[in-house]
């Protein structure tokens, strides 16, 4: 079953299909139809335009292509199973949503606010990604070479991993539980407070009060650059080459680091016996009985 060259506007277009190619249509129009592939299965969509609202909902197996998908098109894909996307622009607001299975997205540009939320089995590789509020309960990821600039990224993600990716974010891995970053630039404000065994490798971190309240926490190999009132009540083992500007109350492990502007310890809230930092030039400490 095929459909090629075609214009659909009007609601459920394709309602229900199963096993079809559709290829070269538009969904568009001045009935403003919606939900125009919901409940399909097994097909491929190549090379299509959809501004329409709700296309892709309860989708069981697709394979999608070289598709765009603009501002118009809002919640193109929810309640979805074992699905790629390869070479798509995604423009519409809360694009990925409660989607399981594999899911693919491979070489994509996402422009998406609250993108991909309670979502699980995810592999992205090779794309670009602008999202105010992206990933959120999220678990079971997988990325590589991800450039993403958003805000609130990555909150109560459970079992990722990252790599090669560029991240500029802001309060990226609140909450998150078993994620490890690999050779990446992780640029925000209060980076992985309250994080359960975060993990980064080899990886440049940038920016005010990161690493606070977390448990588990491992820096490996890591370099760090704006990064004041870093570690405060948290329970890490880092291996900073370079300075840390300032380290704030550590509840407990061991911090190595070329240089550290600042320690600061509290000793009405924590026992500062109880962090061991090895540090490879004189450091101001400032100590509160």
């Known amino acids: 079953m095929e459909f090629i060259h075609q214009t659909y506007d009007e609601e459920r277009a394709l309602y229900g299909i199963n096993g079809a190619k559709i290829a070269d249509c538009t969904f568009d129009g001045p009935a403003d139809g919606e939900s125009a592939l919901k409940e399909t299965s097994d097909i491929t969509v190549e090379r299509c335009y959809f501004n329409l ?3 892709f909902w309860h989708t069981k197996g697709a394979v999608i292509r070289d598709i765009t998908m603009t501002e118009g098109c809002r919640a193109a894909l929810w309640y979805d199973e074992n699905i790629t996307l390869k070479d798509c622009r995604m423009h519409g607001i809360k694009a990925l949503r409660e989607c399981h299975g594999r899911l693919v997205l491979d070489n994509c540009e996402i422009h998406s606010p609250e993108f991909s939320w309670r979502c699980s089995d995810l592999q992205i590789r090779d794309c670009h990604l602008e999202s105010e509020y992206p990933f959120f309960e999220c678990r079971d990821m997988e990325i590589d ?3 993403m600039t958003g805000k609130y990224s990555f909150q109560y993600v459970v079992n990722a991993v990252i ?6 974010t802001k309060d990226a891995f609140w909450h998150s539980r078993n994620v490890t970053v690999v050779d990446s630039v992780v640029r ?4 992985g407070w309250y994080s359960e ?3 980064l490798i080899r990886c440049h971190i940038i920016g005010t009060q990161p690493f606070c309240y977390c448990k588990g926490l491992v820096l490996e190999d ?3 650059e704006q990064t004041d009132l870093a570690f405060e009540n948290s329970e890490v083992h880092a291996a900073v080459s370079g300075r840390i500007d300032s380290v704030k109350n550590p509840l407990s492990g061991e911090i190595r680091a070329d240089a550290i502007g ?3 310890l509290e000793e009405d809230r924590i026992n500062p016996a109880d962090t061991k930092i090895i540090c490879g030039m004189p450091v101001k400490k400032t100590e509160c009985a």
């Open 53 to 55: 609202r709700y296309p």
């Open 163 to 168: 790599r090669r990716s560029h991240l500029d």
């Open 145 to 147: 070479n991800l450039t």
């Open 197 to 199: 065994n975060l993990k």
């Open 222 to 224: 890591c370099t760090m």
């Open 188 to 191: 925000g404000e209060y980076l």
């Open 262 to 264: 600042e320690l600061i």
